[in-house]
């Protein structure tokens, strides 16, 4: 019996850096751990984009360039956003991340 929702763990919201108070070092630690888990989700969500494009490639042939070119540019704009920094950013304030775009099913 294979359930994806068995292995999925749900993590509470917890509040973000701008919204805590500078000494809630327990607060931060957990706010810490939500960004860099997210972080990390959207990476293998990246992953999973660079499959199917190299899927797309290798069952186009050589086609790939007109019918992959929307999976490719879908990549190609999530790995600008999808880049894993930290938790901090080059100024040394926690940063925010962008929205999720939505990510396209096989058919696209």
């Given at each position: 019996m294979?359930?994806?929702?068995?292995?999925?763990?749900?993590?509470?919201?917890v509040?973000d850096?701008d919204e805590?108070?500078?000494d809630?070092?327990?607060?931060?630690?957990?706010a810490?751990?939500?960004?860099?888990?997210?972080?990390?989700?959207?990476?293998m969500?990246l992953?999973?984009?660079q499959k199917?494009?190299?899927?797309?490639?290798?069952?186009e042939?050589?086609?790939?360039i007109q019918?992959?070119?929307?999976?490719?540019?879908?990549?190609?704009?999530?790995?600008?956003?999808?880049?894993?920094?930290?938790?901090?950013?080059?100024?040394g304030?926690?940063?925010?991340?962008?929205?999720i775009?939505?990510v396209?099913?096989?058919?696209e």
């Open positions: 294979r359930d994806g929702h068995r292995y999925h763990k749900e993590c509470p919201k509040p850096f805590l108070e500078k809630d070092l327990i607060g931060f630690r957990r810490r751990d939500q960004y860099l888990r997210e972080t990390w989700i959207r990476v969500e992953r999973i984009m199917r494009l190299q899927q797309c490639y290798r069952t042939g050589v086609n790939y019918n992959c070119r929307a999976l490719g540019e879908r990549y190609l704009d999530m790995a600008k956003l999808y880049q894993m920094k930290g938790y901090h950013s080059h100024s304030k926690a940063t925010k991340l962008p929205p775009p939505a396209p099913s096989k058919n």
